[in-house]
T-cell receptor, first 111, second 113 residues
Framework: QQQVKQSPQSLIVQKGGISIINCAYE??????FPWYQQFPGKGPALLIA???DVSEKKEGRFTISFNKSAKQFSLHIMDSQPGDSATYFC??????????WGAGTKLIIKP | DVKVTQSSRYLVKRTGEKVFLECVQD?????MFWYRQDPGLGLRLIYF???????EKGDIPEGYSVSREKKERFSLILESASTNQTSMYLC????????????FGSGTRLTVV
């Protein structure tokens, strides 16, 4: 019930393409769904987050799509650039504020 | 912006040594966390602390302990290092509020030989 399942584990996308990373959860008490981005040698940094009262949130080239009935959410990176190459983590939390993390996706954008 | 500093970027220790990993924040946040990161396993919570002298076990506390004597400092202790504790260790603080954001340090890559 506490797990957040993330896929794929790794992803290669051509420059200019759309990168899509998916996450699924079971615990219906989760009410906050962030995505973190981690570059080599750095800690993860908050990229974008969504709450279940909206189905989509967009910030620049990054969009979270949220499907409450399916208990799934995804990160879309439009016009993917080599600088987007990083590891991406989805997460979820409930009112206790402790984050439950996905296993991570290593994204490589090929020039 | 808040800054989270981990004292070492790379450490090499011998099996059986006692290892201290230090984490310091430059603000007054109450919630601090220690994670380990391994390929394919994501971030696994070792211990966390809500306040000075308070600690709670996370998902994988075995072989570790923590100390929080001052609000700004949260230390992870490996009482007797083993090779299966070779990993990347990340300290984080929760900045609180509705955004519930976490700020991470840059990590310590520990190798136990």
């Amino acid at each position: 019930q506490q797990q957040v399942k993330q896929s794929p584990q790794s992803l290669i996308v051509q420059k200019g393409g759309i990168s899509i990373i998916n996450c699924a959860y079971e615990n219906t008490a989760f009410d906050y769904f962030p995505w973190y981005q981690q570059f080599p040698g750095k800690g993860p940094a908050l990229l974008i987050a969504i709450r279940p009262d909206v189905s989509e949130k967009k910030e620049g080239r990054f969009t979270i799509s949220f499907n409450k009935s399916a208990k799934q959410f995804s990160l879309h990176i439009m016009d993917s650039q080599p600088g987007d190459s990083a590891t991406y983590f989805c997460a979820a939390s409930d009112s206790n504020y402790q984050l439950i993390w996905g296993a991570g996706t290593k994204l490589i954008i090929k020039p | 912006d808040v800054k989270v500093t981990q004292s070492s970027r790379y450490l090499v220790k011998r099996t059986g040594e006692k290892v201290f990993l230090e984490c310091v924040q430059d603000m007054d946040h109450e919630n601090m966390f220690w994670y380990r990161q391994d390929p394919g396993l994501g971030l696994r919570l070792i211990y966390f602390s809500y306040d000075v002298k308070m600690k709670e076990k996370g998902d994988i506390p075995e072989g570790y302990s923590v100390s929080r004597e001052k609000k700004e400092r949260f230390s992870l202790i490996l009482e007797s290092a083993s090779t299966n504790q070779t990993s990347m260790y990340l300290c984080a603080i929760r900045t609180g509020g509705r955004m519930r954001g976490y700020t991470f340090g840059s990590g310590t890559r520990l190798t136990v030989v």
